[in-house]
């Protein structure tokens, strides 16, 4: 028996959940869970766990585009099933994590993901750059003001030798959102490349009548700049519709996301902004949102020359001047984000002064200040 | 479905990290329709923009969630991808699986799908990525009586839980965050499938302040582990950190030459509270000022440890920019236990006090964070039944707009301007 499209309901099954965690556990982590006593990375890519009775887990990380085939799936079980009993895991970064019971399965583990190409890139642990959490982007939304994979790709193979290796003040965590709606959740990493419109959307009078609630297209501006309107569409009927104040339009796209006969994508238009400076974690300092220091770079497929240039230019201004454990945010704190500014050769421009809700917040009400390159005019 | 010709995304293929264009190419092998998804994706990267048309309700008899429907605008061009559905599937807690496991859900998404995935999607579910709305009950019939696995969240509704991997194989966890993770997840499955909510709610578990997870970002009720007692400190292990035989922060720092370890510069000048000191070679803490951020237990793992009493601490409502601006969660509970002995009671208690006052005020797609500041802290610490503490904010109000309620003054707010004048002439 199967599914029977004349009768649906018959031997539904519902709400029965995901399989449970316990069923997916490898051996070693099943025995030892909740007995680890502490941690080391051996080297690059490879965690150490050590439980109370000397029992010990090595996992070797390694990278994933996230966009993966079944086949590369199925690849992945094969080295499981080589090497760890037949489980393995994923991490919240989209790495993969192979777990064994000893320091010679490790190393044979490694050498058999050593051996095929470049699929299986062992790496990021510690003070690294970690794989980039991000979005569909071209391949798969509707919204997306840039592709995901594609720039994940060039900044990966342009970041390389920091994913494989500790040599930074502290982890840098990277991440791509390809719109405003951020299901990439961007707005607290040390560095994020964030997908922007540019154009305000536009109306199509020949589509709204039929897919759109004109009341949920208004009620979706939160700058109140979607308005309602008598227009004329294609055929010259006269029609319900509605009309965007150019001028308050902040290119958030939600009115899109409500009304599919409001697109604001453009290829012109669209492109990348950079936020630095956010963390989640509370260890030290405060989580911190990203901040935006370059609101606009033009997408260039297929390899993104200016987004992978200053991304590699922050990160390499930052491995020479932090301190060890500062994040991004942390010492752009610390030296200034004038300094910041300066150090990096970013222009400041208008873009980066909030102008939203809170916005005053961010200004700067103290006469205390570091003179940079941008009070030159002021002093020199 | 032929080849396409991909120059652009060619250039993909080249580059030390694994090429998603490389891969997509290997399964177009069994998979054709894969050449359309490369081929539409070369188009768009010449047009610079989507070709993904807006919206297509799709779904499963009976669920509101689970399935994104997707089409494209070029189906004549790419007809393999012509319908392009998402399937959410929910994952294990702490994303393990057995490869037994894994290869059916392969298989399964071979027979009905593109061959392509998300391993995984933001909020945590699996993601299988491209099929026909008329694959879509099968793959369920078939998740559910094969595979026993079910579909995760998408729209407004309580979207998949989602958790650090927590004590399986972490030991700073300072509770069972998959136990609980899964717990709740079978308890909500109704408020996952069917969306009766304002917007979309997300729970996330942490096991530590370290935030694995990104709970105190990303999701609406963010629980974080943490401890009531005193840090446990291994003082021969210290010295053996200060020595250098331990590496600091488990040696994640080794490929960059820092100098040897120096616990004042690494450890205790870095405390947010400078809360710990050396008399002599004995650490000492002072707990009272300690605010649990745990970066002296991240530096010398060996040496300290979360306290024995622990527990979590409960944010509420953090959220990405759209529409208010982005919010980290709120601190709103600063100590809560965590005990599958009482199935999380305690837990549920909270999230559904959230529920009741959220689905009643809740606007249209507005998460629970949005309509916490409409209302303001204060109310919505009233109406969580929770008395305010100075911890619940950064500094106390700087402005003197108190919104007094009338039984607060004594003799109320109604007065008679009559009486008034009688004794004080206009």
């Known amino acids: 028996m199967g599914y029977d499209p004349k009768n649906p309901m018959e031997g539904r099954i519902t709400d029965i959940g995901p399989r449970s965690y316990e069923e997916m556990l490898p051996p070693i982590i099943k025995a030892n869970k909740g007995k680890w006593l502490y941690h080391e990375i051996p080297e690059p890519g490879v965690l150490l766990h050590v439980a109370e009775g000397g029992a010990e887990c090595y996992t070797v990380r390694v990278g994933s585009p996230r966009l993966v085939s079944i086949e590369h799936v199925r690849e992945m079980c094969d080295i499981a099933d080589a090497h760890c009993e037949g489980y393995f895991r994923f991490t919240t970064r989209n790495n993969a994590e192979f777990m064994v019971d000893s320091r010679e399965k490790c190393d044979a583990l490694i050498a058999d993901l050593k051996g095929r190409g470049n699929k299986f890139p062992i790496g990021g642990t510690g003070a690294c750059v970690t794989n980039i959490v991000h979005t569909q982007g071209w391949v798969h939304c509707h919204t997306p003001a840039t592709d995901a994979s594609g720039p994940v790709k060039c900044v990966m193979d342009d970041l390389f030798e920091y994913f494989t290796s500790m040599k930074l003040p502290a982890q840098v965590r990277i991440a791509l959102a390809c719109c405003l709606n951020m299901c990439g959740a961007v707005h607290a990493s040390d560095i994020a490349i964030l997908g922007i419109h540019r154009k305000p959307p536009m109306i199509d009078n020949d589509r709204i009548t039929g897919v759109c609630e004109l009341p949920l297209a208004i009620a979706s501006c939160p700058l109140g700049a979607v308005k309602p309107a008598k227009a004329t569409n294609s055929k010259g009927e006269e029609i319900k519709s509605v009309k965007v104040n150019a001028d308050r339009c902040m290119f958030c796209g939600n009115c899109y996301t409500m009304c599919p006969a409001m697109p604001l994508a453009d290829p012109e238009g669209d492109g990348i902004a950079i936020l630095v400076g956010g963390k989640v974690s509370n260890s030290k300092s405060a989580p911190k949102f990203s901040k935006l220091i370059i609101p606009y770079l033009p997408n260039t497929p297929p390899r993104w020359p200016e987004t992978t240039e200053v991304i590699r230019r922050i990160v390499e201004v930052y491995a020479k001047d932090a301190r060890k454990y500062e994040r991004i945010g942390e010492w752009a704190e610390r030296i200034s984000w004038e300094k910041f500014f300066e150090k990096c050769d970013i222009p400041f421009t208008d873009k980066s002064i909030d102008d939203y809700r809170l916005a005053y917040d961010t200004w700067h009400t103290t006469a205390q200040f570091r003179y940079t390159s941008h009070t030159d005019a002021y002093t020199k | 479905m032929a080849k396409h010709d991909t120059p652009m995304l060619d250039e993909l293929e080249k580059g030390p990290w694994p090429s998603f264009v490389t891969d997509l190419k290997r399964q177009a092998e069994t998979h054709p329709e894969c050449w359309d998804i490369l081929g539409q994706l070369e188009l768009s990267y010449e047009d610079k ?378």
């Open chain 2, 49 to 426: 923009i989507t070709h993904w048309k807006h919206g297509g309700i799709v779904g499963v008899f009976g669920y509101g969630g689970g399935i994104v429907g997707r089409y494209s605008d070029v189906p004549e061009r790419f007809p393999g991808v012509e319908h392009f559905h998402t399937m959410r599937v929910a994952q294990p807690s702490g994303m393990y699986y057995s490869t037994k496991h894994l290869r059916a859900m392969m298989d399964l998404w071979d027979k009905y799908g593109s061959g392509m995935t998300n391993m995984h999607g933001s909020t945590g579910d699996m993601i299988l990525l491209g099929t026909k709305t008329e694959n879509l009950e099968l793959v369920f019939w078939e998740l559910t009586h094969d595979l026993n696995q079910d579909l995760g969240g998408s729209g407004s509704n309580l979207r998949t839980p989602s958790c650090c991997l927590g004590e399986s194989r972490c030991e700073w966890s300072c509770y069972d965050t998959q136990d609980i993770c899964y717990a709740l997840t079978m308890h909500y499955q109704d408020e996952i499938h069917r969306p009766a909510f304002p917007y979309k709610f997300k729970f996330k578990f942490s096991g530590c302040a370290n935030d694995c997870v990104a709970a105190i970002a990303r999701s609406d009720f963010a629980v974080i582990g943490t401890w009531k007692d005193d840090i446990q400190i291994d003082q021969a292990a210290v010295k053996e950190y200060m020595a250098g035989n331990f590496p600091a922060n488990g040696g994640s720092h080794k490929d960059r030459d820092w100098g040897p370890f120096n616990i004042n510069k690494e450890v205790l000048n870095l405390c947010p509270t400078r809360c710990m000191w050396m008399e002599g070679d004995e650490l000492k803490i002072d707990d009272s000022e300690c605010t649990r951020c745990m970066h002296c237990i991240n530096v010398m793992p060996r040496a300290l440890k979360p306290g024995k009493e622990k527990g979590a601490t409960i944010c509420i409502g953090a959220k990405a920019p759209i529409l208010d601006g982005a919010q980290f969660a709120t601190m709103v509970i600063p100590f809560i236990e965590i005990s599958k002995e009482n199935d999380y009671e305690n837990i549920i208690d909270l999230i559904e006090t959230i529920w009741d006052w959220w689905m009643e005020v809740g606007k249209n797609r507005e998460r629970c964070g949005e309509a916490m500041q409409r209302i303001g802290l204060a109310n919505f610490l009233s109406i969580m039944n929770v008395e305010p503490i100075p911890q619940h904010v950064r500094e106390p109000r700087s402005n003197p707009y108190i919104f007094w309620k009338e039984e607060e003054v004594p003799g109320g707010w109604e007065r008679d301007i009559i009486e008034f004048r009688k004794r004080h002439a206009a």
